[in-house]
């Protein structure tokens, strides 16, 4: 099992940036797949980004390709996601979660932390 703690969000202008951390628990944190979501209000839960076990293999959505990075180290069981060039439509509270295959499917992940809130303002 993998208890997950995000952190990192905050208020930022349009244009900064943001780096948000997600702490796991557990022994096994290296074997699962690890992605960001977001929800902003009013909207359904989209995915963002995945990272592959070793790190080798990454996805981004459209809408954030080029402008996020998402990273691990598997070393300190954490995952980051580097947010730059931030836009109002950032907005929204961000998710990790641990699945254990690689998947862009929110409902294939067993396990979600409790959400940061990022905030852009124009």
């Known amino acids: 099992q993998v208890q997950l703690v995000e952190s990192g969000g905050g208020l930022v202008q349009a244009g900064g940036s943001l780096k948000l951390s997600c702490a796991a628990s557990?022994?096994?944190?290296?074997?699962?797949?690890m992605g960001w979501f977001r929800q902003a209000p009013g909207k359904q839960r989209e995915f963002v980004a995945v990272i592959s076990w070793g790190g080798g293999n990454t996805n981004y959505a459209d809408s954030v390709k080029g402008r996020f990075t998402i990273s691990r180290d598997n070393a300190k069981n954490t995952v980051y996601l580097q947010m730059n060039s931030l836009k109002p439509d950032d907005t929204a509270v961000y998710y990790c979660?641990?699945?254990?295959?690689?998947?862009?499917?929110?409902?294939?992940?067993?396990?979600w932390g409790q959400g940061t809130q990022v905030t852009v303002s124009s």
């Open positions: 557990g022994r096994t944190f290296s074997e699962y797949t």
């Open positions: 979660a641990a699945a254990n295959t690689y998947t862009v499917v929110a409902l294939r992940y067993a396990y």
